[in-house]
């Protein structure tokens, strides 16, 4: 684990360098990054880790996400199209204008009192994990 904050400029070239070297980003570790204003296209993210970061403007579209962890991450304006999430985990996350339109969330976990917030369909409510606080 390297737990080093990295810039968004490191961000944005793994980003790129993802494109001919298609491994780059799994199991990747991102910690305290601010990281924003990003497309990104049918990217293997498999098992990459967010931790202590923020996410904004970000756009997903047909990425593997499977087994990726955003550890005490807040995502806002973030959009996972078609994106396999399988296994995610995404339960200690604060959302603001997070959606996931196509995506696959085989046991995703989420936190339960978000679900209200993002829009999910019935079939990906069907196949999501909720993590509830204790209290």
């Known amino acids: 684990t390297d737990q080093t904050p990295k810039g968004q400029e490191v961000w944005e070239e793994e980003?790129?360098?993802a494109s001919y070297q298609p491994e780059a980003l799994v199991f990747s570790y991102w910690y305290q990054g601010d990281y924003r204003g990003t497309a990104i296209q049918e990217v293997d993210m498999r098992f990459l880790v967010f931790e202590e970061s923020k996410l904004s403007d970000l756009g997903f579209?047909?990425?593997?996400?499977?087994?990726?962890?955003?550890?005490?991450?807040?995502?806002?304006?973030?959009?996972?199209?078609?994106?396999?999430?399988?296994?995610?985990?995404?339960?200690?996350?604060t959302f603001h204008d997070v959606s996931f339109p196509g995506s696959e969330m085989t046991d995703t976990l989420l936190p339960s009192e978000s679900i209200p917030f993002l829009d999910l369909s019935p079939e990906q409510l069907q196949a999501v994990l909720l993590r509830r606080d204790k209290g």
């Open 61 to 93: 579209t047909r990425c593997n996400l499977e087994g990726a962890r955003f550890t005490d991450t807040s995502l806002d304006n973030c959009r996972f199209e078609g994106c396999n999430l399988s296994g995610a985990d995404l339960s200690s996350c």
């Open 15 to 17: 980003i790129k360098k």
